[in-house]
């Protein structure tokens, strides 16, 4: 275990390293100038030439890059050009909200998507299944837009039980978290069914039947404990997925995620607040899969790391 | 691009306001939203519509904007003299003015202001508009230690001096490049500045949580007596502009900053409630299609004049539910030096084809339209492609990130054609030049500059310089008519074909209320927040 933790780890640097080499090409060969955005519509081509130097553009690209993973390491992600603030601290800022978000929607995401495909399996081949099914490639395939306004609409503004957007209490968290929940909960939902229906199949399913156990029962304590691993692995990707920011859903519901962050960055061509965010979704795709694959042998004791 | 709103009050509103002034009480707080944040409040380096009017809220400078008017007056200043050559600024300081940290503000703190702006380790996007300050280019080389231009003759007198004539100074100074922060503030501060502001104006910043709120507080120490009317303001960050009129139909809040999406304006404004509550103003704006005189066939002012004839702009001014007036010239109405009795081309297809047969391209030819990629600007290009098409060009659209497109447009040969939409050009003051130098003047015909036609007329710039010189307050409407001659006299040589100026809409909560012209300030978008008043505080 310690030799398989130990090799995860060396192998999820590797992994970050090469994220931050790919995406500091990639932006540097973007065809804009933030040279040019910081210095302004006024600015001389001296004067651009100036800002260029001091933020350092001037330099071949592997001497930025050195830099910027020297300070990188030593946990400075640097400067916003526009802002001028520390990057960690405007990351920072905005991570207990998204860390929040990103709980209460996997959460429901499990609760509509794991009920539901539980429930299908369990009715494979009837209506019911065919229904629940359809529904969830209904609303997996729905705008995010869609389903956050019309939530917004009818049960804040129309209703009034949940605050028309903003960050603070639960009631802030309901409608953000179920809309997500709704939009993902369809994958767990078809993840789920097909794992329990061949769960089902197999022979100590078949024995709990012959002792004449309740189907419920046979469905909540037999089966889905033994078919959670695929669900298990989504929640590591889902992780990812939400540390990187969910822009739509955030700015509906004026919920102060990484994802405005990362947007009005990107508009700006902010260098650094983009190169930071993208190391810290990376960093959370590649823990959330990390620790999904630590608790597998806890869920199934057949699995072992090595 | 960083832009700024600037507008002219175009309709007569419906305020109940109190027949004077001093009748408003101080009191109460008011809500505005904002999509995106702020940024920065630094006044060296914020530069879009949105923290603009904040940090003329926070902070001042020398000279300001009679509220609801383009007219200067002085504001840290009490008075100011002008020297007969028009090369010395004399201004004398009101005394007892403080910075939000207790200290008091002297003429020391202007000078570091100023200079911090031109310095070029500020990084400013405003430091080239202070060019003609003497001694700017050895301070910006670093081979002079201060501004020799500006100096601190005692501690309440400024005396500021040019290097060449330059009329827009006093504009220059009510600009916010040149508002006034204290050193210590700013040094002990570092980067973060723009985000712990301390200045002399009518609110301080007392919370700012990054993404998500910013609150000003009134500055009880404020030098204009009965200023601000309100004890706070809330600036709520980060949702959508839909969701915010919602917020504002519930009661939530009082100013959606973003304004009116375009999906729900005509909503809206049939709404006879909101209807009142919404207030048009006429920006400082022209949108236009520049031509590349470098490219093939645009060298020909025959085919500038075609494309100018071409253009059906009433139809473009429909696509965007008619939130603009259609524009013949590049100044727009609202702007001194404005043309009434220039007519320009009129709409003419059969004209327009006449030229390219004068240009011996009767047959039409291909060419590129570049075109910002955001809503409603490829649709605007599209009806362009449309009129175009009708005389026989084939324009190309190129739908491009902005950046993309504004980096082809400061290429010699980038861009044959560009729609200036999403990009270009708002007034940064209200002054005719800022609508010639960087944008028609040789100047700007650079590398990497805004000037996209790459039109230089050596002559007009000439004028253009000799307007600026005429720095006598007494001149200005004969100044202002030589301007608009330049620009109308510009338009015979066809380097862009103006299409439309843009209106702005501003909508507000019955609780919110202002002096006449507040909510249609031509300096301050969405509002002036030292004005406003509440309704429930009277």
Request: glycine fraction near 8%; hydrophobic fraction near 45%; proline fraction near 6%.
């Given at each position: 275990?310690?030799?398989?933790?130990?090799?995860?780890?060396?192998?999820?640097?590797?992994?970050?390293?090469?994220?931050?080499?790919?995406?500091?090409?990639?932006?540097?060969?973007?065809?804009?100038?933030?040279?040019?955005?910081?210095?302004?519509?006024?600015?001389?081509?001296?004067?651009?030439?100036?800002?260029?130097?001091?933020?350092?553009?001037?330099?071949?690209?592997?001497?930025?890059?050195?830099?910027?993973?020297?300070?990188?390491?030593?946990?400075?992600?640097?400067?916003?050009?526009?802002?001028?603030?520390?990057?960690?601290?405007?990351?920072?800022?905005?991570?207990?909200?998204?860390?929040?978000?990103?709980?209460?929607?996997?959460?429901?995401?499990?609760?509509?998507?794991?009920?539901?495909?539980?429930?299908?399996?369990?009715?494979?081949?009837?209506?019911?299944?065919?229904?629940?099914?359809?529904?969830?490639?209904?609303?997996?395939?729905?705008?995010?837009?869609?389903?956050?306004?019309?939530?917004?609409?009818?049960?804040?503004?129309?209703?009034?039980?949940?605050?028309?957007?903003?960050?603070?209490?639960?009631?802030?968290?309901?409608?953000?978290?179920?809309?997500?929940?709704?939009?993902?909960?369809?994958?767990?939902?078809?993840?789920?069914?097909?794992?329990?229906?061949?769960?089902?199949?197999?022979?100590?399913?078949?024995?709990?039947?012959?002792?004449?156990?309740?189907?419920?029962?046979?469905?909540?304590?037999?089966?889905?404990?033994?078919?959670?691993?695929?669900?298990?692995?989504?929640?590591?990707?889902?992780?990812?997925?939400?540390?990187?920011?969910?822009?739509?859903?955030?700015?509906?519901?004026?919920?102060?995620?990484?994802?405005?962050?990362?947007?009005?960055?990107?508009?700006?061509?902010?260098?650094?607040?983009?190169?930071?965010?993208?190391?810290?979704?990376?960093?959370?795709?590649?823990?959330?899969?990390?620790?999904?694959?630590?608790?597998?042998?806890?869920?199934?004791?057949?699995?072992?790391?090595? | 691009?960083?832009?700024?709103?600037?507008?002219?009050?175009?309709?007569?509103?419906?305020?109940?306001?109190?027949?004077?002034?001093?009748?408003?009480?101080?009191?109460?707080?008011?809500?505005v939203t904002f999509k995106d944040?702020l940024?920065?409040?630094?006044?060296?380096?914020?530069?879009?519509w949105k923290?603009?009017s904040v940090?003329?809220?926070?902070?001042?400078?020398?000279?300001?904007?009679?509220?609801?008017?383009?007219?200067?007056?002085?504001?840290?200043?009490?008075?100011?003299?002008?020297?007969?050559?028009?090369?010395?600024?004399?201004?004398?300081?009101?005394?007892?003015?403080?910075?939000?940290?207790?200290?008091?503000?002297?003429?020391?703190?202007?000078?570091?202001?100023?200079?911090?702006?031109?310095?070029?380790?500020?990084?400013?996007?405003?430091?080239?508009?202070?060019?003609?300050?003497?001694?700017?280019?050895?301070?910006?080389?670093?081979?002079?230690?201060?501004?020799?231009?500006?100096?601190?003759?005692?501690?309440?007198?400024?005396?500021?001096?040019?290097?060449?004539?330059?009329?827009?100074?006093?504009?220059?100074?009510?600009?916010?490049?040149?508002?006034?922060?204290?050193?210590?503030?700013?040094?002990?501060?570092?980067?973060?500045?723009?985000?712990?502001?301390?200045?002399?104006?009518?609110?301080?910043?007392?919370?700012?949580?990054?993404?998500?709120?910013?609150?000003?507080?009134?500055?009880?120490?404020?030098?204009?007596?009965?200023?601000?009317?309100?004890?706070?303001?809330?600036f709520q960050i980060?949702?959508?502009p839909?969701?915010n009129?919602?917020?504002?139909?519930?009661?939530?809040i009082?100013i959606p900053g973003d304004g009116?999406?375009?999906?729900?304006?005509?909503?809206?404004?049939?709404?006879?409630?909101?209807?009142?509550?919404?207030?048009?103003?006429?920006?400082?704006?022209?949108?236009?299609?520049?031509?590349?005189?470098?490219?093939?066939?645009?060298?020909?002012?025959?085919?500038?004049?075609?494309?100018?004839?071409?253009?059906?702009?009433?139809?473009?001014?429909?696509?965007?539910?008619?939130?603009?007036?259609?524009?013949?010239?590049?100044?727009?109405?609202?702007?001194?030096?404005?043309?009434?009795?220039?007519?320009?081309?009129?709409?003419?297809?059969?004209?327009?084809?006449?030229?390219?047969?004068?240009?011996?391209?009767?047959?039409?030819?291909?060419?590129?339209?570049?075109?910002?990629?955001?809503?409603?600007?490829?649709?605007?290009?599209?009806?362009?492609?449309?009129?175009?098409?009708?005389?026989?060009?084939?324009?190309?659209?190129?739908?491009?990130?902005?950046?993309?497109?504004?980096?082809?447009?400061?290429?010699?040969?980038?861009?044959?054609?560009?729609?200036?939409?999403?990009?270009?050009?708002?007034?940064?003051?209200?002054?005719?030049?800022?609508?010639?130098?960087?944008?028609?003047?040789?100047?700007?015909?650079?590398?990497?500059?805004?000037?996209?036609?790459?039109?230089?007329?050596?002559?007009?710039?000439?004028?253009?310089?000799?307007?600026?010189?005429?720095?006598?307050?007494?001149?200005?409407?004969?100044?202002?008519?030589?301007?608009?001659?330049?620009?109308?006299?510009?338009?015979?040589?066809?380097?862009?074909?103006?299409?439309?100026?843009?209106?702005?809409?501003v909508?507000?909560?019955?609780?919110?209320?202002?002096?006449?012209?507040?909510?249609?300030?031509?300096?301050?978008i969405p509002v002036?927040?030292?004005?406003?008043?509440?309704?429930?505080?009277?």
């Open positions: 275990m310690p030799a398989y933790l130990a090799r995860r780890l060396v192998q999820s640097a590797l992994i970050l390293l090469g994220v931050s080499i790919i995406t500091f090409l990639l932006l540097h060969f973007l065809p804009a100038d933030p040279a040019r955005m910081v210095a302004g519509r006024t600015a001389s081509a001296a004067q651009v030439e100036q800002v260029r130097q001091q933020l350092g553009l001037d330099q071949p690209i592997w001497t930025q890059y050195g830099r910027y993973l020297w300070k990188l390491v030593q946990g400075d992600l640097g400067r916003s050009y526009l802002q001028r603030t520390q990057v960690t601290e405007l990351i920072a800022a905005r991570l207990p909200a998204t860390a929040l978000l990103m709980l209460g929607a996997i959460l429901c995401e499990l609760l509509i998507g794991v009920t539901l495909g539980a429930f299908a399996a369990a009715r494979r081949g009837t209506a019911a299944d065919q229904a629940v099914m359809v529904g969830a490639l209904v609303f997996v395939s729905t705008p995010q837009f869609v389903i956050a306004l019309t939530l917004l609409y009818v049960f804040a503004y129309w209703l009034g039980w949940f605050p028309i957007g903003g960050f603070g209490d639960f009631k802030h968290l309901v409608l953000p978290a179920v809309t997500l929940g709704l939009l993902g909960g369809g994958w767990y939902a078809r993840v789920t069914r097909s794992s329990v229906i061949e769960v089902l199949r197999q022979d100590f399913v078949r024995t709990a039947r012959a002792k004449g156990l309740d189907r419920w029962r046979i469905v909540l304590v037999h089966v889905l404990p033994n078919a959670a691993l695929p669900v298990i692995a989504m929640i590591g990707i889902d992780i990812g997925y939400f540390m990187s920011g969910i822009v739509v859903v955030e700015s509906v519901f004026g919920w102060p995620g990484i994802g405005q962050l990362t947007w009005q960055a990107i508009q700006q061509i902010d260098i650094p607040i983009i190169m930071g965010v993208t190391l810290v979704s990376a960093c959370a795709i590649v823990l959330g899969n990390l620790i999904a694959d630590l608790v597998a042998p806890f869920i199934d004791p057949r699995i072992k790391l090595r | 691009m960083k832009r700024l709103l600037a507008s002219v009050s175009l309709a007569a509103m419906l305020v109940a306001a109190p027949a004077f002034a001093a009748d408003i009480k101080q009191g109460g707080e008011m809500t944040d940024i920065t409040l630094d006044p060296a380096i914020g530069y879009d923290n603009w940090i003329k809220s926070v902070f001042d400078g020398l000279m300001d904007y009679k509220p609801g008017t383009t007219e200067l007056v002085p504001d840290l200043a009490e008075s100011f003299e002008v020297s007969a050559d028009g090369l010395t600024y004399t201004f004398k300081l009101r005394p007892g003015i403080k910075f939000h940290n207790g200290r008091a503000m002297t003429a020391a703190d202007v000078k570091y202001s100023l200079e911090r702006t031109c310095n070029p380790a500020t990084q400013s996007p405003g430091a080239g508009y202070y060019g003609a300050l003497k001694g700017f280019d050895e301070f910006q080389a670093g081979s002079a230690t201060e501004l020799a231009g500006v100096v601190a003759v005692d501690d309440s007198t400024v005396k500021i001096e040019l290097s060449r004539p330059d009329s827009t100074l006093l504009h220059l100074l009510a600009l916010n490049f040149s508002f006034v922060v204290p050193k210590e503030v700013v040094e002990a501060e570092g980067p973060d500045f723009g985000h712990k502001p301390v200045g002399t104006g009518a609110y301080k910043v007392t919370e700012w949580t990054s993404g998500q709120s910013i609150t000003l507080e009134r500055n009880t120490d404020y030098f204009k007596a009965g200023l601000p009317k309100l004890d706070k303001i809330n980060g949702q959508e839909v969701v009129l919602l917020r504002l139909q519930k009661g939530e009082d009116i999406p375009p999906a729900k304006f005509v909503e809206v404004m049939n709404d006879p409630t909101w209807k009142d509550l919404t207030i048009v103003t006429e920006q400082l704006h022209t949108g236009y299609v520049t031509m590349n005189v470098n490219v093939k066939p645009f060298d020909n002012v025959a085919v500038r004049q075609a494309v100018n004839m071409a253009l059906n702009k009433e139809r473009i001014v429909q696509i965007i539910n008619n939130r603009a007036v259609p524009a013949n010239q590049p100044l727009p109405p609202a702007m001194p030096g404005y043309d009434t009795s220039f007519k320009g081309y009129a709409y003419d297809v059969e004209g327009a084809k006449a030229k390219l047969k004068e240009a011996g391209l009767e047959g039409g030819f291909e060419t590129d339209l570049y075109v910002a990629n955001t809503d409603p600007q490829p649709r605007i290009a599209q009806a362009i492609q449309q009129d175009l098409a009708a005389i026989g060009i084939k324009a190309n659209l190129k739908n491009l990130d902005q950046g993309n497109v504004i980096a082809a447009g400061g290429q010699k040969e980038g861009a044959p054609m560009i729609w200036s939409g999403g990009m270009a050009w708002i007034a940064d003051f209200p002054d005719p030049s800022n609508f010639y130098t960087v944008i028609l003047g040789c100047g700007g015909a650079v590398e990497g500059g805004w000037n996209w036609a790459w039109y230089c007329n050596p002559e007009l710039d000439k004028r253009a310089e000799e307007a600026n010189a005429m720095t006598d307050p007494a001149k200005s409407a004969e100044r202002a008519a030589a301007w608009g001659k330049i620009f109308t006299d510009l338009m015979a040589d066809a380097p862009w074909a103006p299409v439309f100026n843009e209106k702005a809409y909508i507000h909560s019955a609780r919110i209320q202002g002096p006449q012209g507040v909510f249609a300030d031509p300096i301050h002036n927040y030292d004005e406003v008043y509440a309704t429930d505080a009277q």
